[in-house]
């Protein structure tokens, strides 16, 4: 079997949950499946190629990092490569499919983040996703999706029946893993100068909800005197004016810190020094980092809107993501409550268990198989 896959996101320089998922699900399936043959369709230079099986083939197009160039890259450059590489199988982990196209598709969409909230990005890729994305979902012959919740997003928004949609739940990699106190105290004095810190990673994007997530530390800081400070990990993605301007207006400002971009390396240990990981997102698919930081054995506070109690299930503390006053007080709460800080911990142990990349990638596997004519 000949399978050719839009794995672009395999050579995105920010990391995001996206192509977190496309490389842990693609490197488990090329290997567990050497059998096939494997075509990864890429739009830059690929210096991880030697991480992936000889069954697979890398060929290159243009770049399509600019929104102008998505429809030009699936429409015109992919069906060329399709033609002359003749799949039974087109899979695209980012969820854009080629329209013009007969190979049958398996399209991963995570969620519909644009639909419910489309002033979250520039105007035209809003509109280009909300154009695009309903044709993706009715193109593709099976759908996967990251919860249960984005499932049923599809499913009462664009129509699709249930059948076709399979759940690929995320997972977190065993080397989230908790620091000796030792290696806390170094990370602590690398990152806050010594102080404990709450924790958020992702892009900087109005979805990440950061804008009240500082207002409620701003509040945490003023009502406690606690020296905790606050950590936001993650790359600029875009309409971050709302956080700049929080943050420049709050008195508690040399407290925020913003280390941008780190390689994953430095990230597990910014997550194992954490007091505490603060997720409280309006909108997401899935939520890996609360995972991720459950693995570090750092309690959660996280969002109790869309995919997160899914996800999160009893093993964090779940608050209104639009409430500035609940959020501050969790962050009291986890910060001085001992005894709930404990279970939180062991119940995010358990929870961890529960989602990993190798069942992820079997159940992506399942989605490619019912989709072979």
């Not at 969620?111 to 593709?140: E, Q, T």
């Not at 810190?257 to 409280?280: E, W």
């Amino acid at each position: 079997m000949k399978i050719a896959i839009n794995a672009r996101m395999l050579t995105q320089r920010k990391p995001g949950g996206i192509a977190r998922y496309a490389q842990e699900t693609l490197k488990r399936i090329t290997e567990r499946h050497r059998e096939h043959d494997f075509l990864f369709i890429v739009d830059r230079p690929f210096p991880k190629r030697n991480a992936y099986p000889e069954n697979v083939t890398v060929v290159r197009t243009f770049p399509s990092f600019h929104w102008l160039l998505w429809y030009p890259w699936f429409e015109l450059a992919v069906p060329r490569i399709l033609k002359n590489f003749k799949p039974d199988l087109f899979l695209s982990p980012d969820g854009y499919c080629c329209l013009s196209t007969t190979v049958p598709t398996v399209a991963v969409i995570h969620d519909l983040n644009f639909h419910h909230n489309p002033g979250d990005m520039p105007v035209l890729i809003s509109r280009y996703y909300n154009h695009f994305f309903p044709r993706f979902a009715k193109k593709a012959k099976t759908i996967a999706t990251v919860s249960e919740y984005s499932k049923s997003d599809i499913v009462n928004l664009y129509g699709e029946q249930s059948g076709k949609i399979k759940v690929t739940y995320c997972g977190a990699g065993e080397d989230f893993c908790p620091l000796p106190e030792d290696e806390i105290r170094k990370v602590r004095e690398e990152i806050t100068g010594g102080a404990p810190y709450f924790l958020s990673v992702g892009a900087l994007h109005p979805r990440k909800n950061l804008a009240r997530l500082i207002e409620a530390f701003e509040k945490f800081k003023r009502e406690t005197t606690d020296r905790t400070k606050l950590v936001l990990v993650g790359p600029l993605l875009f309409k971050t004016g709302d956080v700049f301007k929080t943050w420049q207006r709050i008195s508690h400002k040399k407290d925020v810190i913003f280390p941008g971009t780190v390689s994953d390396a430095q990230l597990k240990r910014i997550y194992g020094g954490a007091r505490a990981f603060v997720f409280v997102s309006y909108f997401e698919g899935f939520g890996m980092p609360a995972l991720e930081s459950m693995g570090c054995e750092v309690p959660v506070v996280a969002a109790d809107r869309t995919s997160l109690p899914e996800v999160c299930g009893d093993a964090a503390l779940l608050v209104d993501p639009f409430s500035v006053d609940a959020i501050a007080e969790a962050m009291k709460s986890i910060c001085f409550d001992e005894s709930l800080r404990k279970n939180l911990v062991e119940k995010g142990r358990t929870r961890k268990k529960i989602f990993n990349w190798d069942k992820t990638a079997e159940l992506l596997w399942e989605a490619v198989e019912r989709s072979l004519p």
